[in-house]
């Protein structure tokens, strides 16, 4: 990302969120990286912060002295920046900004940045808290849309809004509201349809297919499994059009799919197509919805089917080491959190009650404190595989935890 990309960016953002004007440039960015305005005013620290995808100011290199904190003595700019301050560079604005996860894009212009950048956001952030901006940002587009008829630029902004729409699927979801969740997915795919991309379509019906089939009964018992292989299956016939990240995908829902319906032969094929795309992802190729996928993903997605197939021995090794792999990686918390879910499972099988149950406690503690409610539904059905030691003192503690979440 330029210096008058990351500007762009920060100026849609204050705009899109607090419907704040600014017109930031190169030169803007330039006075950060010199450290000329070291401290901007409390939403341009906000909108930096999420262009830049850190938690904090001091990742971004802003700080205030104490003594400037408490004398005031530092002038303030018009837009309430504080002035010619020295806080060294900022390590995160240095030279040619860094895209997210320092991958390059070929965006058009500073909207599919954005559209990209909260695709990549959906597990590192709060559903709730990512869910308003993701809204406020789609409707951007959808106006942009409406009033691009004849415009060239028409099929770019139709893709932006349908990617846009998917986020909002899985953060609708995220949220515990299904019906909204797939109308997301719908719109998306006849948005495709009306297009004629056959990319956005594809994409659309992967991530409707996980909703149909409740992640393939392990949300919600009354998945409808078919429906979920259909879409699938509809994907996968577009798989030319699809980058290799987004060929896993499908190819590890397939497997799941399966697994949950004691298809092992099925499964199994579908875990070699997955392997396989997987070896063709890069860094160039992981971007927007599917900026989480690597090899540590797919075992999370082998492990799960292993447990559902009754071969509890190969899940853990495959569970664990995801585990391992994604324990620090923000970008794949939610997933992260759902191996540690399925570990438990393939724990208490394997006759390791105590740990199945501080594994599952834990995971059920972390999906509460940020609010992610379709984790959380499926914690509590790996709860159920505990059934038949309700009468174990390990069991009681658990339940004894999760209600106190």
């Not at 341009?44 to 904190?69: K, M, P």
Request: charged fraction near 25%.
């Amino acid at each position: 990302m330029s210096r008058q990309e990351l500007a762009d960016a920060f100026n849609l953002y204050l705009w899109e969120v607090h419907h704040v004007r600014r017109s930031w440039d190169e030169t803007d960015i330039g006075r950060l990286e010199r450290g000329e305005n070291r401290w901007p005013r409390k939403i341009h620290r906000e909108a930096l912060r999420v262009v830049l995808r850190v938690q904090t100011d001091s990742e971004i290199g802003f700080y205030i002295t104490r003594a400037a904190a408490i004398t005031f003595s530092t002038p303030a700019g018009p837009d309430g920046d504080v002035q010619n301050g020295d806080t060294g560079l900022p390590g995160a604005l240095s030279g040619e900004i860094n895209s997210v996860d320092s991958r390059e894009y070929d965006d058009w212009n500073s909207f599919s940045i954005v559209t990209s950048m909260l695709a990549q956001q959906r597990q590192a952030v709060a559903p709730a808290a990512l869910l308003s901006l993701v809204e406020a940002h789609r409707n951007c587009l959808l106006t942009l849309f409406r009033k691009s008829e004849g415009d060239p630029t028409r099929a770019d902004i139709g893709a932006m809004l349908g990617e846009a729409s998917i986020v909002a699927s899985r953060l609708w979801s995220a949220q515990g509201n299904r019906s909204i969740a797939l109308a997301h997915c719908a719109y998306a795919r006849t948005l495709a349809e009306r297009l004629g991309n056959i990319r956005l379509g594809a994409t659309a019906r992967i991530f409707e297919s996980n909703l149909h089939s409740g992640a393939s009964t392990l949300i919600h018992a009354d998945g409808d499994v078919l429906t979920g292989l259909r879409l699938l299956d509809e994907a996968a016939a577009s798989a030319d059009h699809l980058s290799w990240p987004a060929r896993a995908r499908i190819a590890a829902e397939q497997a799941q799919t399966y697994a949950a319906l004691n298809m092992r032969a099925e499964a199994e094929a579908a875990l070699d197509r997955a392997r396989h795309a997987v070896g063709g992802i890069t860094a160039s190729n992981r971007s927007g919805l599917f900026s989480d996928w690597n090899a540590s993903r797919l075992d999370v997605y082998e492990g799960t089917c292993r447990v559902l197939l009754k071969q509890y021995g190969a899940a853990i090794i495959h569970l664990e080491q995801a585990s391992t792999a994604m324990d620090d990686d923000r970008d794949n918390t939610n997933v992260a959190l759902a191996a540690h879910v399925d570990l438990a499972i393939a724990y208490a099988h394997s006759g390791n009650l105590e740990m199945a149950c501080t594994t599952l406690g834990a995971a059920y503690e972390q999906l509460k404190r940020i609010g992610n409610l379709r984790g959380i539904s499926r914690a509590r059905r790996a709860r159920e595989e505990f059934n038949r030691w309700n009468a174990e003192r390990a069991v009681q503690e658990l339940d004894d935890r999760m209600a106190a979440a």
